[in-house]
């Protein structure tokens, strides 16, 4: 008990900055029109792969002689770059479709 | 010096994801909020590679980091290039996937790290928490992403069995047990344990996603893309790294906000959707088919003079026109029909087929001009001075039960209201019900009458009418 | 500038938490009715009374012999007390006029 | 321990805040989200009383504390319980204004402290800077408030001379200036510079709003609510104390979105609004009233027999039916034309009177029932089937320069259209024009007819004539 209020204490800007999040995440895409459902799912999709950062960390702390780190830090990288790469042109293709709505407007 | 460039690289990547996250929700900013999320993104990245230090050292190894990142980005691009548009969900699936695989990679080797580190007996608390959270959250998704994927490209079928939700339930507790266990009495074989954990939570994300039905993949995948979302903040606890915190956590907050709108616009819950019970409505509907009276047919000929001599044909493309893949052929027509000084246009249901958006995609495959699609509220204003209205595979966006019967299931669902026009004709292979399984008293209406077959057949055929006419 | 960024990474959680709530603070009131307008500014008034939190402090930290601080600190803790008690009244005797719509819907 | 116990109470204060705003816009939740936030408050203030610490080292002087808290909490309750619903801007001003002086006030102790802790040649910089970003901020919004405060009630009277702008950014440059070297050079004098700097802020303060047209006042009160909110933050980075940052900046924020709304609400710019170039226009507006053509004058037994034969007479209440603290009449006649069997409803345009729900709260004042009053869209489309519409006191809102004067200061505003009613009765005093100082062309259709008075009177004399009839 007193263990968890010491660590919230000890993180509790971390605390503020998670719930904020959460409030902005729910606020920000709370108007979003159900035709925007797909493009809106895919960039967030895109944007989670900042996993990569991790990855990339991995990847360079790793020692040179220590080969399951690299090869999976080397995975690791790949499949984190996909998702972003990936995510974001995928969302952009959907929403070229968008274009032509705004000429008329 | 370095280390405060990075920190403001990071602030911007945050702000860059918020901002970018907001302007993706309206229609008119969305393209340009995703090339800022993306170059947040860079800059995040680059930030790292160049930047990051762990006690003034340095990241080495950049020859693999910078291959890593080569191979993806080229394998990432082509892939989201290449892919037809209608089959975009299985990619975003796929992507997610990837996105949980680097979560959980990342957990497994930090945990080789800690265990060659320490002694097992005494292995810090907190980050064998956070790092088992991220390895569980993150194969749980990898797993749920891929069956979805499968799912969505046919090449995994439904399946479930009889208390499938218990073993499931069963399964998850066995997760959570081994983690406290592992985390408690940090116990010698710690790494037995943890792979243990590794393998069944890859197992749950294939349980979890098997029994669901084909059509909600979508909202499966916006709830799978939520926990990537929080396995990614994982990483960031685990590493103090504010951006990948910040990030994760907008992710899964505003994706499980969207999974919950999905739902509500065919309006079910998400229960509803998790444990699937649809499915079993698919199996009641047809069983009371009979007594509904007679529906008359239309031979393609009739229909064929009808919509030429119209003034006014509305399309309502719907999940039937996807899988006929048919969206060639019914451009083809409306531009035929255009040619006859028929005024041509499309009304498209904002959950017709089996993704938000789907029947705009598909139509814009087939380069079908953007004005040319009417949303709901309008094209049920224009309906009463329609001549013809041609629905081309859809079903319950047309199922008039959603106003009149409270019973129904998709009871209270916004539809479109075809019965205004003069003329309905219905194109499906037969009588069978659509994704809520559920009767559509439209079709047995005197205007209506029926034009059964393979929706592209069926158009190509129209198209030959006419122009013989 | 070297200071400013050192600064920056030294409260880089507190800065994160200030943007944050900025995102917040907009989100949150973005689809207010014009209506809610006067009685919004008013609860928001009240919120800012959490100023009283530094009066308290500032009053119980005074040295017992060091009258300007007291006078002072009492002083502050009075208004701040005006600031807080004053503005949730008064939005809440503002807001009773929306009961009643409540009852029809 | 206790500490910790105390950032939790922090952590829920933060929390309620939030949610509390987030309620309270939005009608069916406001009064629940106020009740929350200032639960979240007794909490954050009763966990500092209690549990805050320094260097181990408890909070004293309890005695002077309760006894604040008292005063204040008696002083605070009673003014707002006593408070006419009508003044209710005011009381908010003045409130605001005592946040302020709380956040001034505590930026001078601290300085004092400070003062007396370092040689005024090494003061810690960023403390100064946040004492001085308080105490400025604070100062100019409690002065700033006070003269709101008293045009709204009337003891202040609009002032400026030529030039006020330069002067006012002059007095800002300076108070900067000092500010600047107070920090940058550490004079020996920094006792004087510090009050120098103080009693400017609080000039600027008045100085500031002065100019202002008393009409203005709400926008300005917003705009100072948000300083305020700001200068509480200040605060929290001083103490690094999380609530009053968090809350502080929340205000500031959500503060300054909700002036810009109100200025949108009258299609103002928030510039616009503070450089007070409405003042000119009133002037400019009369000169061309010549050229208006005729209006025609009803007498006050017509306009009783004309109501009381109607089947629905709808009432349009405006800036001048407060002025005329007639509210009451006006139940009274409601009242009466019902008890004839005529239908009575109030059609209340949303910047109607001179702040955001004016209306509604005078009227709610006379126990009009709220499901009477309808807003502006609702009111426009019952319009065409009313028989008489009664205008009391207002008029830009129901200015058609609104819709067809490009020109006109308020062209863009959404507007009552009680043209399209059988016959419209309009009270006012003169052919004077209104807020926005201009000519309202709907006193010179032949439909309009106008019924010269004070509000109170007429309505008074309108009811005996009634039952007279
Ligand atoms: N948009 C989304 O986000 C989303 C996601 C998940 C679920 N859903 C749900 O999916 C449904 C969408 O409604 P909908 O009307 O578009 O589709 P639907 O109700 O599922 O009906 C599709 C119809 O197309 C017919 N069909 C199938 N293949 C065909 C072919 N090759 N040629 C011609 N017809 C064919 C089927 O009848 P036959 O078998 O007789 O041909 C079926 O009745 C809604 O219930 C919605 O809630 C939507
Ligand atoms: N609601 C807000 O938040 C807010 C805030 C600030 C400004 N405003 C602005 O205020 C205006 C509100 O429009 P409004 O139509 O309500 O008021 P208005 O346009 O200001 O007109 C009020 C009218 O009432 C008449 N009047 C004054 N005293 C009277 C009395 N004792 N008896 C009878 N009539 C009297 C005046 O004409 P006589 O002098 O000839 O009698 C005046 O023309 C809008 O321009 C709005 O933008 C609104």
């Known amino acids: 008990m007193n263990g968890v209020l010491n660590w919230i204490t000890a993180n509790q800007q971390m605390i503020y900055i998670v719930i904020l999040m959460i409030f902005v995440g729910i606020e920000v895409i709370g108007r979003v029109p159900s035709v925007l459902h797909t493009p809106l799912m895919s960039g967030a999709n895109a944007i989670h792969g900042v996993v990569i950062i991790g990855a990339i960390i991995v990847m360079g702390k790793a020692e040179s002689d220590n080969y399951v780190a690299l090869a999976l830090g080397f995975l690791a990288v790949i499949v984190g770059t996909l998702n972003v790469v990936g995510g974001f042109v995928v969302t952009d293709r959907m929403l070229e479709m968008f274009k032509k709505k705004k000429g008329p407007k | ?469």
């Open chain 2, 1 to 469: 010096m370095q280390l405060n460039i990075l920190t403001i690289c990071y602030l911007i990547g945050s702000v860059t994801f918020i901002l970018g996250l907001k302007m993706l929700s309206n229609p008119a900013t969305a393209r340009k909020g995703n090339l800022i999320a993306a170059a947040g993104m860079i800059i995040a990245i680059a930030g790292t590679i160049f930047l990051y230090e762990e006690g003034g050292q340095k990241l080495g190894n950049y020859g693999w980091i910078f291959g890593g990142i080569t191979v993806g980005t080229i394998i990432g691009f082509l892939a989201a290039k290449k892919i037809k548009m209608t089959a975009m969900p299985e990619m975003v699936s796929m992507f997610n996937g990837m996105g949980g695989a680097c979560a959980a990679l990342i957990s497994i080797v930090e945990f080789n790290h800690l265990i060659h580190a320490y002694p097992s007996s005494d292995l810090p608390v907190a980050t064998i928490l956070i790092i088992l959270l991220g390895l569980i959250i993150g194969s749980v998704s990898f797993a749920g992403s891929m069956i979805a994927w499968g799912k969505l490209n046919g090449k995994v079928k439904d399946f479930s069995f009889k208390g499938q939700h218990i073993f499931n339930i069963a399964l998850l507790l066995v997760i959570v047990g081994l983690a406290a266990y592992l985390i408690g009495w940090t116990p010698v074989n710690a790494n037995i344990i943890f792979y243990a954990i590794f393998v069944l939570s890859l197992l749950y994300g294939v349980f979890f996603v098997f029994p669901i039905g084909g059509a909600d993949m979508p909202v499966v995948i916006s709830l799978l893309n939520s926990f990537t979302g929080v396995a990614a903040a994982c990483g960031g606890f685990l590493y103090d790294n504010k951006v990948m915190l910040t990030g994760g956590i907008l992710v899964g907050a505003a994706g499980t906000l969207l999974t919950i709108l999905m739902c509500k616009a065919m309006n079910r819950s998400l229960a509803n959707v998790l444990i699937g019970s649809f499915g079993g409505g698919a199996k009641a509907g047809p069983a009371d088919a009979k007594d509904q009276g007679h529906y008359k047919e239309i031979s393609l000929s009739d229909s064929a003079v009808v919509m030429s001599y119209a003034n006014r044909v509305y399309i309502v493309p719907g999940y039937g026109l996807a899988v006929a893949q048919a969206q060639h052929a019914c451009h083809e027509l409306e531009k035929l029909l255009e040619s006859k000084g028929v005024e041509v246009k499309y009304a498209i249901h904002p959950v017709a087929g089996r993704m938000p958006g789907h029947m705009n995609v598909l139509l814009a495959e087939a380069d079908v001009p953007y004005d040319k699609l009417l949303e709901m509220e309008q094209a049920n204003d224009e309906f009463p001075t329609t001549d013809v209205v041609l629905i081309l595979g859809a079903n319950d966006v047309v199922n008039p039960a959603a106003k009149s019967d409270p019973a129904s299931p998709i009871y209270g669902m916004p539809i479109l209201d075809v019965e205004l026009a003069k003329n309905v004709i219905v194109n499906k292979r037969s009588m069978k019900p659509g994704y809520a399984g559920i009767e559509n008293e439209l079709f047995f209406q005197p205007k209506t009458s029926m034009l059964f077959g393979d929706a592209k057949k069926v158009l190509q055929d129209l198209v030959a009418e006419i122009k013989n006419l």
